[in-house]
């Protein structure tokens, strides 16, 4: 019963902020982070797709998308990784009890996912710059690199799940200290996992339509398929998570899963402007496809897919909301002391590291304009 659960005390060091500003700082951080994970995540898979059409359609359109794919998707680890660390350490401040005691518990793969992230960075390497040597070989490196990045978001998955569910920590314990555990029992583990993979097929399409129309400026043919490949992959991965997602709704807890459907405003509300800008998104691009100036069209298909992130994000805090408040851990009670010379230091790093951030992608956009695809 949850009454009789045995939670860690929280850290006896006063919260660095308000709660609701922690709150806040939280999703937007995670919102920085998101999206150049789903370019990593999605893009690995689209590359070697198009590696893989390219070479066995022999159509040098393809080749050359999975070749500057290949180029950027270096770029966008070291993105998703700076862009990650603050909203892990917002996970560790207002969740610490929880997220420590479920990394423990699943040791051995949360720590391996070190690892696998070195091999897979090091194969997106290997990738961009072996592409002519590696000739048919790199179809096995990138195809590696990008189920070991899919592998590291399914461990993650099971982390950030499994902190949600103090109830099955101690016997996970007691049948075995070593570490090892997963949380594949959970119902959820799975279609949230999913849910985030095919989401991330969607928003890695759009960055193949911001390639296309860059790229039209300078060779209309190919950025017009690279424009229409790219909003394939985003209409369908898109239509694929409406069932994705009510799988997701439904493995939910009832009294979670209510939520978003009337008990709560907020909640249902936005599950309602998720759906409704998805939609709309679809829409948008499928006539950018077909338009003969296809950018007006695709960026606001873009700007309503930026809605609805930011929906399924709030979604998502509101899920782990409810979850946690079965455990009677009302961390918006926790004593504040605010330090305003650490803070201030945070924000400034926080606008240097997206600047920085930023300044890589103008360098790859230029850099793109030089290389020409083998």
Same mark, same amino acid.
């Given at each position: 019963?949850?009454?009789?659960?045995?939670?860690?005390?929280?850290?006896?060091?006063?919260?660095? !902020?308000?709660?609701?500003?922690?709150?806040?700082?939280?999703?937007?951080?995670?919102?920085?982070?998101?999206?150049?994970?789903?370019?990593?995540?999605?893009?690995?898979?689209?590359?070697?797709?198009?590696?893989?059409?390219?070479?066995?359609?022999?159509?040098?359109?393809?080749?050359?998308?999975?070749? /500057?794919?290949?180029?950027?998707?270096?770029?966008?680890?070291?993105?998703?990784?700076?862009?990650?660390?603050?909203?892990?350490?917002?996970?560790? #401040?207002?969740?610490?009890?929880?997220?420590?005691? /479920?990394?423990?518990? %699943?040791?051995?793969?949360?720590?391996?996912?070190?690892?696998?992230?070195?091999?897979?960075?090091?194969?997106?390497?290997?990738?961009?710059?072996?592409?002519?040597?590696?000739?048919?070989?790199?179809?096995?490196?990138?195809?590696?690199?990008?189920?070991?990045?899919?592998?590291? /978001?399914?461990?993650?998955?099971?982390?950030?799940?499994?902190?949600?569910?103090?109830?099955?920590?101690?016997?996970?314990?007691?049948?075995?200290?070593?570490?090892?555990?997963?949380?594949?029992?959970?119902?959820?583990?799975?279609?949230?996992?999913?849910?985030?993979?095919?989401?991330?097929?969607?928003? !890695?399409?759009?960055?193949?339509?911001?390639?296309?129309?860059?790229?039209?400026?300078?060779?209309?043919?190919?950025?017009?398929?690279?424009?229409?490949?790219?909003?394939?992959?985003?209409?369908?991965?898109?239509?694929?998570?409406?069932?994705?997602?009510?799988?997701?709704?439904?493995?939910?807890?009832?009294?979670?899963?209510?939520?978003?459907?009337?008990?709560?405003?907020?909640?249902?509300?936005?599950?309602? =402007?998720?759906?409704?800008?998805?939609?709309?998104?679809? #829409?948008?691009?499928?006539?950018?496809?077909?338009?003969?100036?296809?950018?007006?069209?695709?960026?606001?298909?873009?700007?309503?897919?930026? =809605?609805?992130?930011?929906?399924?994000?709030? %979604?998502?805090?509101? =899920?782990?909301?409810?979850?946690? !408040?079965?455990?009677?851990?009302?961390?918006?009670?926790?004593?504040?002391?605010?330090?305003?010379?650490?803070?201030?230091?945070?924000?400034?790093?926080?606008?240097?590291? =997206?600047?920085?951030?930023?300044?890589?992608?103008?360098?790859?956009?230029?850099?793109?304009?030089?290389?020409?695809?083998?």
């Amino acid at each position: 019963m949850l009454d009789k659960l045995v939670i860690p005390d929280p850290d006896p060091i006063p919260l660095p !902020a308000p709660f609701w500003l922690l709150k806040v700082l939280l999703l937007l951080t995670f919102f920085l982070h998101v999206v150049p994970m789903n370019f990593l995540l999605g893009g690995g898979f689209i590359t070697a797709v198009s590696d893989f059409l390219g070479r066995k359609r022999n159509d040098q359109n393809y080749l050359s998308l999975a070749n /500057s794919m290949g180029q950027m998707l270096p770029v966008i680890v070291a993105a998703t990784i700076t862009l990650g660390i603050a909203p892990l350490l917002f996970i560790q #401040v207002l969740y610490g009890q929880f997220f420590y005691t /479920s990394s423990v518990l %699943m040791a051995v793969p949360w720590i391996s996912v070190i690892l696998i992230l070195i091999i897979a960075y090091y194969g997106l390497y290997y990738y961009a710059f072996r592409w002519q040597q590696l000739q048919g070989k790199r179809l096995a490196v990138i195809w590696i690199s990008a189920l070991l990045f899919m592998l590291i /978001s399914f461990i993650y998955t099971n982390n950030l799940v499994l902190m949600l569910t103090p109830q099955k920590w101690m016997e996970m314990y007691q049948t075995s200290k070593l570490g090892m555990h997963l949380n594949l029992s959970d119902p959820t583990v799975i279609p949230r996992w999913l849910h985030f993979l095919v989401a991330s097929f969607a928003v !890695a399409g759009l960055l193949v339509v911001i390639h296309g129309l860059i790229r039209m400026k300078s060779d209309a043919s190919y950025g017009r398929f690279a424009v229409k490949y790219g909003a394939g992959w985003f209409i369908i991965a898109t239509v694929a998570q409406f069932a994705v997602g009510v799988w997701f709704l439904v493995s939910l807890p009832n009294d979670v899963m209510m939520l978003f459907l009337g008990a709560n405003g907020l909640a249902t509300t936005l599950l309602v =402007v998720g759906i409704f800008f998805a939609l709309l998104g679809i #829409v948008l691009l499928l006539l950018a496809t077909v338009a003969q100036k296809p950018k007006v069209p695709a960026i606001f298909g873009m700007a309503s897919i930026i =809605v609805t992130i930011i929906s399924m994000i709030i %979604m998502r805090d509101i =899920v782990r909301s409810a979850y946690l !408040a079965k455990t009677g851990v009302n961390v918006a009670s926790y004593p504040v002391s605010l330090p305003v010379s650490i803070f201030v230091l945070f924000v400034l790093f926080l606008v240097i590291a =997206v600047g920085l951030v930023l300044v890589m992608l103008i360098r790859l956009r230029r850099g793109a304009r030089v290389s020409q695809p083998a």
